[in-house]
């Protein structure tokens, strides 16, 4: 069973960056697709961007596409995601999880661990 860690979140301003990491342990992480979610008060998780086991394949959530770039390096068993050019409408916790297959997923029922989460906040 895989251990996920986040890390990275903090308080930023709109237009600025942060780098989340998802460290991993307890698992053959490189046997994972991975994929980060996020979830505002009072609302659902939402789906952030996915990357296949061997990092080959990636996938954004529409909103994210060309400010967030999902990677990772499976010789250090962590997951990263680059968000730029952040709004005060991404501000939320921030959920790494993994997946028993080659393939990532859009939705939270398609993983089968979860990290406790990182917040991020972007004020105006």
């Known amino acids: 069973q895989v251990r996920l860690v986040e890390s990275g979140g903090g308080m930023v301003q709109a237009g600025g960056s942060l780098r989340l990491s998802c460290a991993a342990s307890?698992?053959?992480?490189?046997?994972?697709?991975m994929g980060w979610f996020r979830q505002a008060p009072g609302k659902e998780r939402e789906f952030v961007a996915a990357?296949?086991?061997?990092?080959?394949?990636?996938n954004y959530a529409d909103s994210m596409k060309g400010r967030f770039t999902i990677s990772r390096d499976n010789a250090k068993n962590t997951m990263y995601l680059q968000m730029n050019s952040l709004k005060p409408e991404d501000t939320a916790g921030y959920f790494c999880?993994?997946?028993?297959?080659?393939?990532?997923?859009?939705?939270?029922?398609?993983?089968?661990?979860w990290g406790q989460g990182t917040q991020v906040s972007v004020s105006s």
């Open positions: 999880a993994a997946r028993d297959s080659s393939w990532p997923a859009g939705s939270p029922n398609d993983y089968d661990y």
């Open positions: 307890g698992g053959t992480f490189s046997s994972y697709a």
């Open positions: 990357i296949s086991r061997t990092g080959g394949f990636t």
